[in-house]
């Protein structure tokens, strides 16, 4: 059964750093592009960043370019998300999802990001 | 950035009842590779997103045929034939033919 996991969510200062991961079970991970994907309290579905299977290649939405960096360690079948000088308009649930030939076929149930004073 | 646009954003349903949804993009979807890469996801009340159907018309492992979706370029449709309880939700249409991946804004499905 394919399984994501996200983790490392929380309550941040403006300014702020948190790093989230995603644990990949049930398939072989470095097989696959992975995304992550964020949700604000009551709004709709934004694309985040994508990274292809090694991590030589990543891309990011213009909202978090420089600030956030994506990264996986395939070995752990871990998916990164490192966020830096955080802004209250990050504050959302992040998800982690897995891209495959049909699309964005798996995702995880999401941690939530808080960014406030 | 491909534009989703989806109608309409709230769909009071009667249970049994088929529930329809648009989505239309702000240009063809039809990749280069000739596929067309619109997938339509269900998000159910504290729910993570969920996968239903997947190249415009496919249903994702698990997903009751009572869903089913077509069209063809910018214009698809999601239609649930016979809407249960456990369809009330958000479902969003999203295109991965070019980057970056964009979704519709979401139609709430609700019971009457």
């Known amino acids: 059964e394919v399984q994501l996991v996200e983790s490392g969510g929380g309550l941040v200062q403006p300014g702020g750093s948190l790093r989230l991961s995603c644990a990949a079970s049930?398939?072989?991970?470095?097989?696959?592009?992975m995304h992550w994907v964020r949700q604000a309290p009551g709004k709709g579905l934004v694309w985040v960043s994508r990274?292809?299977?090694?991590?030589?290649?990543?891309i990011y939405a213009d909202s978090v370019k420089g600030r956030f960096t994506i990264s996986r360690d395939n070995a752990k079948n871990t998916l990164f998300l490192q966020m830096n000088s955080l802004r209250a308009e990050d504050t959302a649930v992040y998800y982690c999802?897995?891209?495959?030939?049909?699309?964005?076929?798996?995702w995880g149930q999401g941690t939530l990001v808080t960014v406030s004073s | 950035d491909i534009v989703m646009t989806q109608t309409p954003l709230s769909s009071p349903v009667t249970l049994g009842q088929p529930a329809s949804i648009s989505c239309r993009s702000s240009q063809s979807l039809v990749h280069s590779d000739g596929n067309t890469y619109l997938s339509w996801l269900q998000q159910r009340p504290g729910q993570p997103p969920r996968l239903l159907i997947y190249?415009?018309?496919n249903r994702f492992s698990g997903v009751p045929d009572r869903f089913s979706g077509s069209g063809a370029g910018a214009d698809f449709t999601l239609k649930i034939s016979r809407v249960e309880a456990e369809d009330v939700g958000v479902y969003y249409c999203m295109q991965s033919t070019q980057f970056p991946q964009t979704f519709g804004q979401g139609t709430k499905v609700e019971i009457k």
């Open positions: 999802a897995r891209s495959s030939r049909i699309g964005d076929d798996y």
């Open positions: 990274i292809n299977t090694d991590g030589s290649t990543t």
């Open positions: 049930g398939f072989t991970f470095s097989n696959h592009w």
């Open positions: 190249k415009i018309s």
